[in-house]
């Protein structure tokens, strides 16, 4: 089998172990994360070890779509704070709404909040798992503050649901006013201080 991934051909056995170790090396070499796995010309964008699993003695060519920690670091920031900055306004108009008699678009716009509110969590949790976070991120102090602060959207989920449960959408307002916007002005501090200083080279 042959493994194509950041510039360079390696040859090696058709053995699951052998082809993740090689992808995993080279990876790691390069502090490096495989974003897309192109198997004979498809797009696999499930777990490659059960691809394989299923699929190994028919393979002949994989080729690694990879993308710098450094990149993903950046585009992440980048995306939570324009996600931040366009949904606070958004929130407050959707806070109003509840206050009175939320419609159609108000309920659906709540919807795409939760996912979002779920979607900032994942990412940061994402981010935080890398390991060459800390030397990437000039500073680490303000991620950290970011991340804590986005960790406290959970307990803020869990009152959203009780107050929906409840059908209590004058609650569903206050605690999109005074707990969520407070959240999204402080994340959104943070992230814009992440990007206006240079990331380390």
């Known amino acids: 089998m042959i493994i194509k991934i950041n510039g360079q051909s390696v040859t090696c056995e058709n053995t699951i172990e052998k082809v993740t170790d090689s992808i995993t090396e080279v990876l790691n070499r390069d502090n490096a994360i495989a974003i ?21 003695a028919e393979i002949q060519k994989i080729e690694v779509i990879t993308q710098t920690v450094k990149q993903l670091i950046q585009e992440t920031i980048n995306s939570a704070y324009a996600y ?43 981010m935080n798992a890398l390991k060459s976070l800390e030397l990437i991120v000039t500073d680490y102090q303000a991620w950290n503050q970011y991340a804590q602060i986005t960790y406290n959207l959970i307990p803020i989920i869990k009152d959203l649901d009780a107050a929906l449960r409840n059908k209590n959408n004058r609650k569903v307002g206050r605690i999109l006013e005074k707990a969520v916007v407070p959240a999204f002005i402080m994340m959104e501090n943070k992230l814009f201080g992440l990007i206006t200083i240079a990331f380390q080279s």
């Open 36 to 56: 897309d796995y192109i198997v004979d010309g498809n797009s696999v964008k499930e777990d490659l070890s059960k691809y394989l699993s299923e699929r190994l």
């Open 84 to 126: 931040l900055k366009n949904a606070i306004p958004q929130i407050r108009s959707m806070a109003s709404e509840f206050a009175m008699e939320p419609d159609g678009i108000t309920w659906q716009s709540l919807n795409e909040l939760l996912e979002g509110l779920n979607w900032l969590i994942d990412s940061m949790e994402r």
